[in-house]
């Protein structure tokens, strides 16, 4: 059997390929994969799993050590596939079973993790189970299953409560008007829905619901997956009462609807959904290998994430609040010392991440242009020098910005509906990577897009960034090249430091043979003595053509660092 056909049942190739007794997912550098933007195999204009298997190998001379892939799963896409009809089948958009068993063999087979999405939070409203809900009555079974209320006022006519959806409009929808015929009247019935209205919340009170979702994770880890990405991992929990919120909170576009989360949150961020991941660990935990959690939780602070990491719940959680840094220093400097302390005092490693599929891409965030690719190089070699692991959104390695002028009229993101324009939503980071400099879908399908790509696009494609030794592409190889390589002995553990540096610069230690010096300024500045001797500079994020400095501080004569990079420096380990 060739790497291509292997089965679900064999042993994974990826089990203990570290050797050397450390927990693989500590100091990852994974990848993630919006399977609709990645690869297109059958001139659909829409990404799927076959063509993402086929460019496994791309990703893998990344030199990261895994994916994680956006839910692939039966779908009707009224949110990008996080509105799940069936569980347990794959999309036939993008493929089939037997395409993600192939594509998890092949992955495994180059040394790579594979972590799936899991979306427990809510079902697609095509979800058998909500079929039957509508079908049934007030109060059955099928009903409890989700979160069914009668409305307030006259015949219930107003939603329950004042929540809203993430999304824009209420989080209700109603089902039934009232029925004064039945015994003793029945208002008329909505369903929470916190996201769009094909998103209907599931009831996690409900065991029936636990039970379901523990076979879920059973199905995908027979399969062989690594782990799982938990959608909404901090919102499956509702008051029982569903108060009224003093302050409902309006869709701005902004996926971290957190403002207000923590203690007394009637859905955000609540205690007991801490059970419901010790349940699931235990699920994890008896299967071979080192699976993982991942938690998406847009929580209030650092000391609330690492509730989620408690030894016994779940292993990783993006940590969100270094990807909406500023680009400043001191903006940086905080968060990170308060991610490490509060994250140490569980024993968990952070996740790092400054782009995905649900924010503006960081090049344009750190503001666009030269400047802001230049500030994004610099982030990376941030990120990836920090003691944890980290996650890269495909097309950054690219150095892609978001697509700001995409016409209305392929926009898909239900935000965009749902607040009646006033927010666009989040299609600009979700466009077709570039592979090709030429061609209808510049190498990523022969067919027109699902959403059009910019021409200028052409330049940044990932056969024309292959030939450019100063290419973003280039940068991203040669920085997990050596992060995982050559300075893992330096990196792996927790050892940080922060060194005294002027004003606009960070600058930290992982012991006495590594340093990494970033300047969030606009001007060149001097480094830190204190950094400079970890060892000389092994990577800068500067290319020439974006540094005021040709050689950056690579001569030690001056000592300077450009505006908005960053510099590695190292004593490589033999
Ligand atoms: C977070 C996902 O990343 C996002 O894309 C989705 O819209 C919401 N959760 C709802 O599932």
């Not at 189970?129 to 006022?153: K, N, V």
């Not at 490693?349 to 230049?374: E, F, Q």
Request: hydrophobic letters at 40%; one cysteine or more; a negative charge.
């Amino acid at each position: 059997m060739d790497a291509f056909s292997q089965g679900p049942e064999e042993p994974s190739a990826v089990e203990n390929h570290d050797g050397d007794g450390r927990e693989w997912w500590r100091d990852a550098v994974m990848y993630q994969v919006y399977v609709r933007s990645f690869a297109d195999s059958n001139g659909d204009g829409v990404g799927d799993l076959p063509g993402v298997a086929s460019r496994l190998g791309y990703i893998a001379g990344l030199g990261v050590d895994g994916i994680w892939l956006n839910p692939f799963y039966k779908s009707p896409q009224q949110d990008g596939g996080y509105d799940v009809a069936d569980y347990f089948e794959v999309d036939p958009l993008f493929g089939t079973l037997a395409d993600f068993d192939a594509l998890l063999g092949r992955a495994h087979a180059l040394g790579m993790r594979v972590l799936v999405d899991l979306v427990p939070n809510h079902t697609s409203s095509h979800h058998e189970w909500f079929r039957a809900a509508l079908e049934s009555p007030p109060g059955s079974r099928e009903r409890d299953r989700y979160i069914f209320r009668s409305g307030r006022g006259p015949g219930g006519a107003e939603p329950p409560n004042n929540w809203q959806s993430v999304f824009g409009g209420p989080a209700w929808s109603k089902v039934s008007d009232a029925d004064p015929q039945a015994a003793g009247g029945v208002p008329a019935q909505w369903y929470l829905h916190l996201f769009a209205p094909g998103q209907p919340d599931l009831n996690w009170e409900c065991e029936e619901v636990r039970l379901y979702f523990d076979e879920v994770l059973r199905f995908w880890l027979e399969r062989g997956v690594d782990g799982f990405r938990i959608d909404v991992a901090h919102g499956m929990i509702k008051h029982e009462d569903l108060p009224d919120l003093d302050v409902p909170e309006e869709a701005t576009g902004d996926p971290d609807p957190s403002g207000m989360s923590g203690d007394g949150h009637p859905y955000w961020d609540r205690d007991q959904v801490h059970d419901i991941y010790r349940r699931w660990r235990k699920i994890l935990d008896s299967y071979p290998g080192e699976r993982v959690f991942l938690a998406e939780a847009w929580v209030k602070t650092p000391a609330r994430l690492a509730r989620y990491l408690r030894p016994d719940e779940l292993h990783m959680a993006f940590n969100f609040d270094f990807l909406k840094c500023d680009w400043n220093a001191s903006d940086f400097t905080r968060t990170i010392t308060s991610t490490l302390s509060n994250l140490a005092e569980v024993g968990a490693a952070p996740t790092w991440v400054l782009s995905n599929h649900d924010v503006v891409r960081h090049v344009t965030r750190y503001g666009g242009g030269p400047a802001g690719l230049s500030r994004a190089r610099a982030a990376l070699l941030l990120m990836l020098a920090l003691p944890g692991s980290a996650f890269v959104y495909q097309g950054e390695e690219l150095g892609l910005p978001e697509v700001t002028d995409l016409p209305e009229d392929v926009l898909q993101d239900p935000t965009f509906v749902r607040t009646e324009g006033r927010v666009r939503g989040r299609d600009g980071c979700r466009v077709p990577i570039p592979w090709e400099p030429s061609g209808p879908g510049l190498g990523f399908s022969t067919g027109a897009p699902w959403l059009p790509q910019p021409a200028s696009w052409s330049e940044l494609s990932v056969s024309q960034q292959s030939r450019e030794a100063n290419s973003t592409l280039a940068l991203y190889r040669r920085a997990c090249d050596l992060r995982r390589n050559h300075l893992r002995p330096l990196l792996a553990g927790p050892d940080f430091s922060w060194v005294d540096a002027a004003q606009g610069l960070l600058a930290f230690k992982r012991g006495d043979d590594f340093s990494c010096v970033v300047n969030c300024s606009d001007s060149p500045a001097e480094l830190p003595a204190a950094a400079t001797a970890a060892g000389p500079v092994v990577l800068s994020s500067a290319s020439p053509a974006s540094s005021l400095l040709p050689e950056p501080a690579a001569s030690g004569a001056n000592r300077l660092i450009p505006a908005n990079s960053a510099l590695w420096f190292a004593r490589m380990p033999s």
